[in-house]
């Protein structure tokens, strides 16, 4: 139970904290609206696909390969480093705050904007026509990996690379661009050369557009996208121990008042 | 309330902690003073369980410093360590969250801990728009929101402006009067003059005098501090001598222990031949036995 208080405390607070300044809230909504507007136009233009089918296939990769990375991995960076950077995190050392619900709380608070994000992506491009048919609980599981993957990233950006609000666009731009690219967010992977699809296969961005794609889109059931799942699956435990290491090395340096 | 015994810290070569011993019973506040690097900060660490000490006891309420004993410490650190963006009910709010007070208990406390701090009429302003003196008011609210049997407060004042210490000075007073154990760390020695029962000098890492303000004062074998000035301090000292008056310098000012109350007069007469520009008699203050004691341990050390 302290656990569960804790984590609702931490992500109530951190969503309280998003609503009061509105601008992340914001950005956080336009930015999946317009690549996923672009992205289906596009699709639909160039690979001559109905306006309903293009979306359909936009809809996945816009929001695990644009919209939560955005939210998840750069929300979760901003968070910690707003933290260090407010020195609020020395009243949480203070307290009887565990780091597990301080992890808990802060992927909580993610993963309401990302579903909040999955609900807007999914509700405009079935407003233009776009059908999801794949299985419910596996779309579900592939968003909820995707978000803790991105949150553990995030931990160990945040931890260990970015020190001030300033680093997070930094490290979100160089990094974060050229593997949203390389993941199909914004092109699809189908149109990358060979040698660039054999590197995109390194990038878990792209296995979580694939595994998005094959099921919400196409109707894909577990078995087609085993070897893209367990691949989420190891990087989003990797992510996750990285994270907790990375707060833990933290706490060894900033646990004093 | 709190106990430490033969307390030590070091940091590589360094001895920041020497056995340090303190106790403090309960509704008593107790004033911790010592220059920068004395170990103030090291040993709240310490009571907050940030820190792991090299040797030595601590007991809060009678247990060992833990995590278990967190929830019966409350921690005002020196910043206000607080969510700007956040009203002053929804800080509280989440601390009496984290600290595991049930709905009920939050709603009370929240309130009554916002009407303490005198911030009740504030409740619902996001912190940002507080002034300094207020913030400081609702980080001290955190600090006592899941009502800890003792609160640390580490200079509680500094920074700001005068009409605010007097609000946050009788908010701690108000505090013991509730029943509170105070911990205080302090520069201003006018502040621990004015707050606390008992007084302990720190000093390289462990206690070098304590005690009552009463106490401490017999440390220095003067009724009065006369200060003055002249255009010809030598001369002045040269007198002091003979008179059996001991002198010091407190800053750039020159002074003499005056071991008995006399009148201005009488002191001008001493004086007599020596051009006087100003001259003022004071009690023995804390500054002075402060300077004093820190001043002979450097000398002995």
């Known amino acids: 139970m302290k656990y569960w208080h804790e984590t609702v405390a931490v992500a109530q607070r951190i969503l309280l904290e998003l609503w009061r300044r509105r601008r992340s ?14 992205n289906g136009m596009i699709l639909a233009e160039r690979a001559n696909l109905e306006t309903a089918q293009a979306f359909q296939q936009a809809a996945p990769a816009t929001l695990v390969g644009a919209a939560l990375f955005f939210s998840c991995l750069g929300g979760s ?69 995707s978000i803790l993957s991105y949150v553990g990233v995030g931990f160990i950006l945040g931890t260990q690379l970015a020190r001030r609000t300033e680093d997070v666009n930094a490290l979100v731009a160089a990094f974060g661009v050229p593997l949203l690219i390389l993941g199909g967010a914004f092109l699809p992977a189908s149109l990358f050369p060979e040698t660039l699809l054999k590197l995109a296969k390194l990038n878990p961005i792209y296995h979580m557009n694939e595994a998005l ?28 121990a990285g994270g907790w290491l990375s707060y833990n090395r933290m706490l060894q340096v900033e646990r004093r008042l | 309330m709190l106990r430490i015994e033969g307390l030590k810290k070091v940091y590589g070569q360094r001895s920041v902690l020497q056995g340090l011993s303190l106790h403090i019973p309960p509704r008593q506040i107790y004033g911790l003073l010592g220059p920068n690097g004395a170990g103030k900060t090291t040993t709240i660490n310490i009571l907050c369980n940030l820190l792991n000490a090299d040797g030595g006891n601590v007991l809060i309420h009678n247990q060992p410093a833990s995590d278990a004993t967190k929830a019966l410490i409350g921690v005002a650190p020196q910043e206000n360590l607080i969510y700007k963006s956040l009203t002053c009910e929804e800080n509280l709010n989440f601390f009496a969250q984290i600290y595991g007070l049930s709905k009920r208990q939050r709603q009370v406390q929240v309130q009554s801990c916002l009407a303490a701090v005198g911030l009740a009429d504030r409740a619902q302003s996001p912190a ?37 210490r007097y609000e946050i000075w009788e908010l701690i007073r108000h505090l013991q009067n509730q029943g509170m154990t105070i911990l205080l760390t302090t520069h201003l020695l006018d502040e ?33 501090i006369l200060t003055i000035q002249t255009p010809d301090e030598e001369k002045a000292i040269d007198r002091a ?16 222990w005056l071991p ?33 004691i820190t001043q002979r341990n450097a000398d002995e050390g």
Request: net charge negative; proline share 4%; charged share 15%.
């Open chain 1, 213 to 240: 794609t094959n099921v919400a889109a196409n109707g894909d059931e577990f078995v087609d996208i085993t070897s893209h799942f367990w691949f989420l699956m190891i990087f989003a435990v990797l992510m996750v």
């Open chain 2, 241 to 256: 001598q003979t008179l059996g008056f001991p002198h010091r310098r407190y800053g750039s000012d020159l002074a003499f």
């Open chain 2, 128 to 164: 940002e728009t507080l002034s300094g003196g207020m913030q400081r008011r609702l980080s001290m609210a955190i600090a006592l929101v899941h009502q800890p049997k003792l609160v640390v407060l580490d200079e509680p004042t500094t920074g700001l402006d005068i009409e605010a």
């Open chain 1, 77 to 145: 960076v901003a968070t910690v480093v707003s933290e260090r950077e407010q020195q609020t995190l020395k009243r949480l050392f203070i307290s009887p705050l565990s780091g597990v619900s301080y992890f808990l709380g802060i992927f909580v608070a993610h993963s309401a904007i990302g579903i909040g994000q999955t609900l807007l992506v999914w509700a405009i491009a079935a407003f233009l026509g776009a059908q999801f048919q794949g299985n419910i609980l596996l779309i579900v599981l592939i968003i909820l990996l």
């Open chain 2, 192 to 224: 621990a003059e004015r707050l606390c029962q008992r007084i302990g000098i720190l000093k390289q890492g462990r206690i070098v005098a304590e005690g009552s303000l009463p106490e401490l004062r017999r440390l220095i074998p003067a009724q009065e």
């Open chain 2, 260 to 292: 008995k109350a006399l009148e201005l007069k009488e002191i001008i007469a001493h004086f007599d031949g020596i051009p006087l520009d100003s001259i003022s008699r004071q009690p023995v203050r804390l500054e002075h036995i402060y300077v004093e």
């Open chain 1, 25 to 38: 809230l914001i950005f956080w909504s336009a930015f999946p609206v317009l690549v996923l507007l672009l």
